[in-house]
């Protein structure tokens, strides 16, 4: 079966998004430094471009969890696969997501990382589909809300493909 990607959101308006963004953490942790908790894959390439439009100093760290269920529908159960290098205790912690559906990765990951000790925790997400939410997740920073459609680029993937893409883009499954 083929798709087709239609778009939704342009490669300007997702990196006139990101610049706002970054200005607004600039401002919220003026004389602080930020670390910037990036959830694999999905979350790198925000994470990077948002990193380089704050004009605080940054860290940076990596981790990757996986959900038990299909892509498509997580389970709420998180396992991690890759955990972060760094000790966030005492740290002001953002964590970098693509996108928050329907809660449950994100809620479990934040209780986790809060038992760390951060001075502070805050999420920031490219993506928010509300109309999916079945876990309430506070988000502090969120760049576009977009209705309950699967999307693809910027990081977030089909199937693994079309992480690539410069754009957010809707698959559209035919034949
Ligand atoms: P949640 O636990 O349901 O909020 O799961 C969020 C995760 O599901 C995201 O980090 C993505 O990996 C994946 N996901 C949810 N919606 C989409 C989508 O529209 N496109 C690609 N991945 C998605
Ligand atoms: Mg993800």
Same mark, same amino acid.
């Given at each position: 079966?083929?798709? +087709? @990607?239609?778009?939704? &959101?342009? #490669?300007?308006?997702? $990196?006139?998004?990101?610049?706002? /963004?970054?200005?607004?953490?600039?401002?919220?942790?003026?004389?602080?430094?930020?670390?910037?908790?990036?959830?694999?894959?999905?979350g790198?390439?925000?994470?990077?471009?948002l990193?380089?439009?704050?004009?605080?100093?940054?860290?940076?760290?990596?981790?990757?969890?996986?959900?038990?269920?299909?892509?498509?529908?997580?389970?709420?159960?998180? +396992? @991690?696969?890759?955990d &972060?290098? #760094?000790?966030?205790? $005492?740290?002001?912690?953002?964590? /970098?997501?693509?996108?928050?559906?329907?809660?449950?990765?994100?809620?479990y990951?934040?209780?986790?990382?809060?038992?760390?000790?951060?001075?502070?925790?805050?999420?920031?997400?490219?993506?928010?589909?509300?109309?999916?939410?079945?876990?309430?997740?506070?988000?502090?920073?969120?760049?576009?809300?977009?209705?309950?459609?699967?999307?693809?680029?910027?990081?977030?993937?089909?199937?693994?493909?079309?992480?690539?893409?410069?754009?957010?883009?809707?698959?559209?499954?035919?034949?």
């Amino acid at each position: 079966m083929a798709e +087709k @990607i239609r778009v939704l &959101l342009t #490669e300007e308006e997702v $990196d006139r998004k990101i610049q706002e /963004i970054g200005e607004q953490i600039s401002k919220d942790y003026a004389g602080k430094q930020v670390h910037l908790v990036c959830v694999l894959k999905g979350g790198s390439f925000f994470m990077c471009e948002l990193a380089k439009r704050i004009s605080v100093p940054v860290s940076l760290d990596f981790m990757s969890v996986s959900s038990y269920g299909s892509e498509t529908k997580s389970s709420g159960i998180v +396992k @991690i696969v890759k955990d &972060l290098d #760094e000790p966030l205790k $005492d740290k002001d912690v953002i964590v /970098i997501e693509d996108i928050v559906d329907s809660g449950r990765t994100l809620s479990y990951l934040l209780e986790m990382l809060k038992d760390r000790g951060p001075k502070s925790l805050r999420l920031c997400t490219l993506l928010d589909k509300p109309e999916r939410r079945v876990v309430d997740v506070k988000v502090d920073y969120t760049g576009f809300q977009i209705p309950d459609e699967f999307v693809v680029g910027y990081g977030l993937d089909y199937d693994q493909k079309y992480r690539n893409l410069p754009y957010i883009g809707v698959v559209e499954l035919d034949g």
